[in-house]
């Protein structure tokens, strides 16, 4: 006998408004394994949830349970986890999963996992038939607070990160932070970077926040969990609704991810967590801002100790100059092979700039020594 | 010293109009070669012209040469030609192309070739940094008529064809009818099977005009071929303008098709031209109709040699009902396991229909009788 269900609690409801593909996030406890969470999708004879061999033998049973009752049929496919196998080998056994099962173009798909979960999904979902609806169920801080919102999705190409993807709208996410309760400290620490993220480019008092509650958070205390979370979707809510295909303002999101996919795609992908990335990628971008006379260097001292007390690497690995420039040159942002990085503004904004090389330079070549702070 | 580009003529515009999507397709002689075809398109550092090993040695560099005042640097990726090449590791030279050459966001990409090559610049664009513009540049008849309109893009899969793919429209559509001149019989013929496809689904005085300009169009008549390509784009621009996404109406642009992509996933792809499986397709579609009781005899004869005169088989393979039934199963118009076939409702009208097995078995056997007329 299936045991009873947790009752859902600390629920919140973060709308998306995006026109005709608008969508809302559920934020709480007890959701996933809960029939009622599932309600008003769309209608069809079968569901395919995706997940990986680390986070399926945890909650893949409770979900399909939870499902069981607004579909025909629940299909699973159980893929490897990492970042290494975010590609088209892994990403085509779905597309073999949807054949060989016979799943039509109404085929609801749902990305039950981490990030690469949820991007492959996606990606998988907006090309399948050319677009089924996905759902996102985001088990790790890092997809709960940023790659479940946007619709981003994509698989790695082995000459840059990202390179090969969508823009694809989930119709719900739904982020049951009871899922955190099992994730490993080194990932809970990934998410909180891109937690951190939302302050400098867009919310210093959040920023504040974070610094006082970050014992609450690292106990994974559920009510500062629900925050966070909350607030990060929120932020990068109010800035996809300004821009949704990333032609402008959207970029911003990307604060320390020009450094952070350089160190990702340089060490060879899952070597260092994106989030790790992203952490140091951060104080390299907080440290160029300096640079350029935007900030102080008391703003990048309090960030680099925030990021290291979140547990996150905060020196850089020492890649080479030249070999950071080589891999940021094929960063999206990139144009006609200027390097352009967001950069903070000024406390709480962010925007794009070029930035001469001298200088970037100068950053990694700063950064990657250990003692640099 | 390059040859003196042969000077437009006979130019039709197609306006299509999808919102902030629109395009238009241009229709006319002496279009591929002349720089001002490519006037007033997305300004990029860099152009990637995607074609293959028929085409590009006829037409390659003349392109090269008429957009090189337009862009920085042209670069190029030929192809293996044929439906058989139509899948992800022939996809992936486009992306290590892109990659390899630091292409960023803003390249544009330019599809010269038929359907294949133009299904597959146009997914590659859909999906290289989630989204770059694309021209396609139709050589065949085909693609002039049928897949350069409409935002389809795709890629095969072993279980079934174009089942991983995106709606990406094009920023333009150049139809130089020159190339044609160099299209094989047989694949001219098989564009005239979609041009055919027309009438009965839309225009009845088109079919009219088509029968009595057979003899020109298969004398490749300039006149004559722009006409029938331009009367195609619109019915097709009518259609998807109506229904971009295929949630209904678009459905009836695949009379034919459905019988038709099991003769093709059934005998292996490449084995039949497209347009040769649909111009059956369309015999057996018609039949179908007649058999529910919606149009008589007549019709059926009458397409029927009309699509044999055009130069199209009109006796399907004999691939066995069973196989028939389980490759119109994995359609993308299947529901549930119901087959759905588009039918002519009334000459010049078509929609969607459920249809009972046992119909669908009588038409196969009596397709494949070869002496069945």
């Not at 769309?42 to 409770?62: G, I, M, Q």
């Not at 952070?260 to 989030?275: K, P, V």
């Not at 890649?319 to 000024?346: P, T």
Request: charged content about 20%; hydrophobic content about 45%; some cysteine.
């Amino acid at each position: 006998m299936p045991s009873v269900p947790p009752q859902p609690a600390l629920l919140h409801e973060v709308p998306i408004d995006l026109g005709e593909r608008s969508y809302s996030i559920a934020i709480g406890t007890g959701l996933l394994g809960h029939a009622d969470t599932w309600r008003g999708l769309p209608r069809a004879a079968a569901a395919l949830v995706v997940s990986n061999d680390t986070v399926a033998p945890l909650y893949l049973a409770a979900l399909r349970r939870a499902l069981q009752p607004h579909y025909g049929v629940v299909h699973e496919v159980v893929l490897p986890d990492g970042e290494a196998h975010k590609d088209w080998p892994t990403l085509n056994r779905i597309f073999d999963a949807l054949l060989a099962k016979g799943c039509d173009r109404k085929t609801v798909l749902f990305a039950l996992g981490g990030g690469v979960v949820g991007d492959m999904t996606g990606f998988a979902a907006a090309c399948y038939m050319r677009g089924v609806p996905f759902v996102q169920v985001p088990t790790t801080l890092l997809a709960q607070v940023d790659s479940s919102v946007g619709g981003k999705t994509a698989i790695n190409h082995p000459l840059g990160k990202n390179m090969v993807g969508a823009f694809h709208q989930p119709v719900r996410v739904v982020c049951d932070l009871d899922t955190l309760a099992t994730l490993p400290a080194r990932e809970f620490s990934a998410g909180l970077a891109e937690i951190i993220k939302y302050g400098p480019i867009a919310d210093m008092a959040f920023l504040d926040w974070i610094e006082a509650q970050l014992p609450a958070l690292l106990r994974r205390d559920p009510a500062a969990l629900a925050r966070a979370v909350q607030r990060s979707c929120e932020i990068k809510a109010w800035v996809v609704g300004q821009d949704e295909r990333e032609a402008g303002l959207r970029a911003i999101l990307n604060f320390g991810h020009t450094f952070g996919h350089a160190i990702e795609a340089g060490l060879g992908y899952g070597e260092w967590l994106h989030g790790e990335a992203v952490g140091c990628g951060m104080v390299m971008a907080a440290e160029l801002s300096r640079r350029l006379g935007l900030v102080d260097a008391a703003l990048v001292d309090r960030l680099t100790r925030l990021i290291a007390a979140a547990g996150l690497p905060v020196d850089a690995p020492d890649l080479g100059e030249q070999r950071y420039l080589e891999l940021m040159r094929v960063d999206k942002k990139a144009e006609a092979g200027d390097l352009r990085f967001v950069v903070i503004e000024s406390p709480g904004r962010a925007g794009v700039r070029a930035a001469p090389e001298a200088l970037v330079r100068e950053v990694i070549a700063q950064c990657c020594k250990p003692a640099h702070r």
